[in-house]
């Protein structure tokens, strides 16, 4: 029995496959997974029904065992930005394992649509989760940074 704060297999199979410099895609319930994520990713679906499980439930479990460096989000045409994207930044600001060496969380680097596609479709994704988040543009895209040698 596990006693962290992820218990999924396949993305417990995922995230240990994973090093430095490797993405995490964690995308909406609108999201295209099958055919704009990485072939080389460990696909996990848990849009179980509409509005559960969110990208926030999601993105909060994997920064509080992962370090991030980076963290990237689709940015609607209008250049709007969604609602969601203070979550994430609310999500990140609080993590203890968001950038550990350079001392703070990473901002949000806005990506246009078919540049944040083309980044997720990209080899180095190494895991991919399709949630049942019914906000649009609710999709992140996380670089895994490096362990801090203190903790």
Not at 20 to 47: E, Q
Not at 143 to 150: E, F, L, S
Request: aromatic share 6%; hydrophobic share 45%; glycine share 10%.
């Amino acid at each position: 029995m596990l006693l962290g704060g992820i218990l999924h297999p396949e993305i417990l199979r995922g995230l240990g496959q994973a090093g430095h410099g490797a993405k995490i895609l964690i995308a909406d319930g609108n999201y295209p997974l099958a055919t704009r994520s990485s072939g080389n990713s460990v696909r996990v679906y848990l849009n179980l029904a509409p509005g559960k499980v969110t990208v926030p439930d999601v993105l909060e479990a994997i920064i509080g065992c992962t370090p991030i460096e980076l963290a990237e989000v689709m940015t609607p045409d209008s250049g709007e930005e969604p609602s969601i994207f203070a979550d994430f930044r609310r999500l990140l600001a609080s993590s203890t394992t968001a950038m550990p060496v350079a001392g703070g969380p990473p901002d949000l680097a806005v990506l246009k649509r078919w540049d944040f596609y083309d980044a997720a479709s990209a080899p180095d994704v190494a895991l991919a989760v399709s949630t049942g988040e019914q906000r649009v543009y609710a999709n992140i895209l996380l670089t895994i940074g490096v362990r801090d040698p203190a903790s």
